[in-house]
């Protein structure tokens, strides 16, 4: 059975003049580690407030695990675990009175399921008299994490759980994911980080509301339609600049020290001479390669392939 | 139930942690009391003065038609003694009141001098205080009129007499209306707030998704406060007696129900007030503009509600602590029991199940 | 040195016995775009915050557009920029009206503002929306428009905190874009930013780490530097060993 279910949700604010979502089906199976990855407001969390039964849809239905969205929303309240987007737990209340809390609101005990969050709250048992307020930002999100998991839901929704968190503590969190995935816990996270898709098993890349591609990370990657070149010259700036007025060249963008090349005349692209070009227009240290495309460059295909159309 | 009581101890520890919220919630009542204590002062206009005249002679004719002449006063004359004066005074239906005595004109001629009762409710002394010194105008511009030049002056003695608070103590008129306007903040500010800082902090989200019935939020929130609110009550009693020397006349446990359901009544306003708004400022601003200031204007404790325009007396009529003011009055300082304040009392219970349901129907259990 | 737009020498700030920013050097040159990373509570905060005039330094020397940090903090804030993720523009003002008043804030003539503005509005393509509010806008043109806010009136140096969060990755570099035309006008770019890659188009970075700067050169240097070939890479070896978190 699939654990999570949208099918044609269509969501609206503002009396119909915002559209958050836009008619939306997708469904994510029992266990999996599905990731939404868009930017700010391409509807991430409203579809998570459909999912947790805070929103409801303009059209279309939802279910998670199974019950409607809408009917059975006492049903799915309580066996969904849920982590909004912002920091929320009491900062006047300590480690330990937030965890409290929250088992008892869910009618269970720490003690009860300790299992499944025993080595994500070990890390943060040294500061359990510590008021959550006080906590640094992934400190928060483990606290925050450990809330959510406390009365061991069967799906956990995380909506953009390692935004505003360092580096460090973002790699930390999605190791704290992939051993909750291993517990049989089906998690649906959201995330801006196009890095981040990468470890999830399927993703659904999102934007203005609508989803452009549901796949695993691996098969949207190898359904880039295009060959891509990773180009890389002593001043980047300037080689982007001269990259654009370039007739060759169908798209570039700046990849870290490298821009991400695609050409019109994509089947037999003369490298050669492109790179001679390039030098004669004072380019120096000229390196071009081949190379896979990333999510990111996925994305930014997929999102242009909208706007053109 | 073990969830409910997780909950309610969260709150406590919410305001025990927030130096601001018992900062007013315990400051506020002392610097009130003691601000208010100094009596404040006002104009009376068109008063309802009870007339008795037991001597129906000349000079009383006179003298009550120059006070109904006069555009402080309008005279009734229904009451025919003193015992009627007096039951109307409980009732709150009298004010004031004017008697002349048997024989009045007649001593005022053949002896030079004679007396008449003024008598006033103490439990109001700007407004006591004021009749007075207009009455005592009249009759020693009466006086005068009557007097040929200054030989052999006719003098009237005015006996005044507050009932209910003879030693006309100032500091009484207010400490119903800082109950009524410190419980009103508390109860209906703090307790906006408090539900309001949930959905900024976005807790509420949480709390939603959770299987906690969504209505028991509410519940957990105005327990805490009630509790609160009657320690605070308490205070300002204890204050009251201690500080102000005010003696409480009436049942204290009747003090105690009235006040437990003025209370109620102001929760649900502020669960009313944190249904239809998400930010904190807004619920605070709403509280203080919605209630604070009707209960400063319209509760009579500050500007006699006799002066008004009909339509603010209108609006007094919806304001929760106009009736909890005259209740605590009736009670604490008349000593009057129930019977004298079962109407004020039902009114109140009235809008307390209007704003709890209103509240209730409004709590949304979904965002937005 | 007259091309060094911020000298920071031995930076410290203190609160109490919490050292948050412990002994920082370091110089940035006129039209640079130097990265300031670190980890959560590593001190990039609070030393941004010095060096915009908005607070005191415990000791150390450190000026900025060549005033001092101590006793010249209104001519710092007159000669500097600055944008953060989330707070830059106000929601209920239109676009013109938020031009107007920062431009104004900075002390520029009406005619000016005008002159500026239309060129402004022009150049983001924004000429339909100039009327409307900036809460009505989608979050990647408000930030694109934040920025040029905060370089309208020609600072010497524009601080970004973090600006490109949760933007989508076409008009984050769209913003970049934007950065390195600053800097090419000869505008010094202070930035910091989570995305790693963004760490790359920088011409040079320095990592905090505990409140000092564990690293600091050209993104190639450090790469090699630490052997690895990302800059995710060298940010995760350096920032795995922080003690502090206090964010």
């Known amino acids: 059975m699939n654990a999570v279910v949208l099918d044609h949700i269509t969501k609206t604010y503002d009396a119909g003049k915002v559209l958050a979502v836009d008619d939306v089906s997708l469904e994510v199976a029992a266990g999996e580690l599905f990731g939404l990855i868009g930017p700010d407001g391409a509807g991430k969390t409203s579809l998570f407030r459909i999912l947790t039964t805070l929103l409801l849809p303009d059209k279309g239905t939802a279910s998670v695990n199974g019950k409607d969205c809408v009917k059975d929303y006492k049903a799915i309240r309580r066996s969904v675990g ?43 048992k040294p500061f359990s008299d510590r008021r959550a307020g006080k906590l640094s930002g992934g400190m928060k999100q483990k606290l925050a994490l450990c809330c959510a998991l406390v009365h061991k839901p069967e799906v956990l929704f995380l909506d953009e759980p390692t935004t505003g968190v360092d580096a460090v503590s973002r790699k930390e969190f999605w190791e704290m994911l992939r051993t909750l995935k291993q517990q049989g816990i089906t998690i649906v996270v959201s995330t801006p980080y196009m890095d981040e898709a990468m470890l999830c098993e399927r993703i659904a890349l999102i934007q203005e509301g609508k989803i452009m591609s549901v796949d695993t990370p691996a098969n949207v990657i190898a359904t880039f339609p295009v060959k891509l070149y990773a180009v890389k010259t002593d001043n980047i700036y300037r080689l982007l600049t001269s990259l654009r007025e370039d007739a060759a060249v169908d798209s570039c963008y700046a990849f870290g020290e490298y821009v991400h090349v695609t050409f019109r005349d994509d089947a037999a692209p003369d490298l050669r001479a492109w790179q001679q070009s390039l030098a004669a227009k004072g380019h120096g240290r000229i390196e071009v390669k081949a190379i896979s495309p990333t999510i990111e460059d996925s994305f930014i295909r997929l999102m242009n392939e909208k706007q053109n159309v | 139930m073990k969830q409910l009581l997780v909950f309610i101890r969260k709150e ?8 601001r919220t018992l900062l007013i919630m315990f400051g506020l009542p002392v610097v009130q009391i003691v601000l208010f204590g100094f009596a404040l002062t006002s104009e009376v206009k068109n008063i309802t003065l009870t007339v008795i005249d037991q001597a129906r002679d000349v000079n009383a004719t006179q003298i009550i038609n120059k006070i109904k002449s006069s555009s402080y006063f309008i005279v009734d004359e229904s009451a025919v003694n003193y015992d009627e004066v007096t039951t109307a005074f409980k009732k709150g239906t009298a004010k004031c009141a004017l008697i002349f005595p048997t024989g009045f004109g007649n001593d005022l001629q053949h002896a030079g001098q004679a007396q008449v009762q003024i008598l006033t409710d103490g439990s109001d002394p700007n407004m006591a205080k004021t009749v007075v010194n207009y009455l005592t105008a009249i009759l020693t511009a009466y006086q005068q009129e009557i007097s040929p030049g200054t030989q052999l002056p006719y ?12 030693e006309g103590n100032g500091s009484l008129n207010f400490i119903p209306g800082v109950m009524a306007l410190v419980l009103m903040l508390v109860c209906t500010a703090l307790t906006s707030v408090a539900v309001v800082r949930e959905k900024e902090l976005g807790t509420m989200e949480i709390l939603l998704v959770s299987p906690f019935k969504p209505l028991l939020v509410l519940l957990a929130k105005a327990v805490p406060y009630l ?40 929760l649900s306003i502020g669960l009313m007030i944190s249904n239809t708004t998400n930010s904190q400022q807004t619920a605070l601003l709403l509280s203080m503009m919605g209630m604070m200031i009707p209960t400063l204007i319209f509760t009579g404790f500050m500007f006699p509600l006799e002066n008004m325009p009909w339509i603010f007396q209108w609006i007094s009529y919806v304001v929760p602590s106009r009736w909890y003011f005259l209740i605590i009055k009736a009670v604490m300082l008349k000593g009057l029991g129930f019977s004298y304040i079962w109407k004020e009392t039902l009114v109140l219970l009235g809008m307390t199940v209007v704003a709890l349901a209103v509240a209730l129907k409004n709590f949304k259990i979904r965002l937005s | 040195m007259s091309d060094k737009v911020i000298i920071c020498e031995a930076l410290t700030k203190q609160f109490g016995d919490f050292v948050a920013v412990n002994h920082i050097s370091f110089d940035v040159g006129k039209g640079e775009i130097f990265g300031f990373l670190g980890a959560n509570g590593a001190g990039k905060t609070t030393a941004m915050r010095i060096l915009c005039g908005l607070s005191y330094p415990s000791s150390g020397k450190a000026t900025v557009a060549g005033f001092d940090v101590y006793k010249q903090q ?87 905190d973090e600006p490109t969060g949760g933007v989508d990755p076409i008009t984050r570099r769209q913003f970049w874009d934007m950065i390195y035309e600053a800097a090419a006008a000869g505008i010094t770019v202070f930035v910091t930013t989570h995305y790693m890659d963004e760490a790359e188009y920088c011409n040079r970075i320095t990592v905090m780490v505990d409140g000092k700067v564990e690293a600091l050169d050209t993104p190639g240097h450090l790469k090699a530097k630490f052997g690895v070939g990302s800059m995710d890479e060298v940010f995760y070896q350096l920032a795995r060993g922080a003690k502090r978190s206090a964010d």
């Not at chain 3, 900075?106 to 060129?119: F, K, M, N, Q, T």
């Open chain 1, 82 to 124: 849920y982590m909004p987007g912002r920091f929320s737990l009491y900062q006047d209340l300590t480690v330990a009175e937030n965890l409290h809390f929250f088992a008892t609101l869910f009618g269970t005990t720490i003690d009860a399921n300790y299992d499944l969050i025993r080595d994500i709250y070990e890390q943060i």
């Open chain 2, 12 to 19: 406590f520890f919410h305001v025990f942690r927030d130096k």
């Open chain 2, 155 to 166: 003098r009237i003695i005015p006996e005044q007499r507050m009932l209910y608070n003879e």
């Open chain 2, 227 to 266: 509790v609160l609110s009657l320690a605070n009550f308490t205070l300002i009693l204890l204050l009251a007696v201690f500080v102000l020397d005010v003696d409480v006349k009436g049942s204290i446990l009747l003090l105690f129900l009235v006040s437990t359901l003025f209370i109620i009544a102001c």
């Open chain 3, 74 to 160: 209104e001519s710092i804030k007159k000669n500097i920029g600055y944008m953060s993720q989330k707070f830059s523009l106000y929601e209920n003002l239109t676009v013109l009206e938020n031009i107007e008043f920062f431009g104004g804030v900075y002390g520029l003539s009406s005619a000016e503002i005008r002159r500026r503005s239309d060129r402004l509005v022009n150049k983001l393509g924004l000429t339909q929306e100039a009327k409307k509010l900036v809460g009505a806008l989608p979050l990647g043109w408000k930030q694109k428009l934040a920025f040029s806010v905060a370089i309208f009136h020609d600072p010497q140096i524009v601080f970004l």
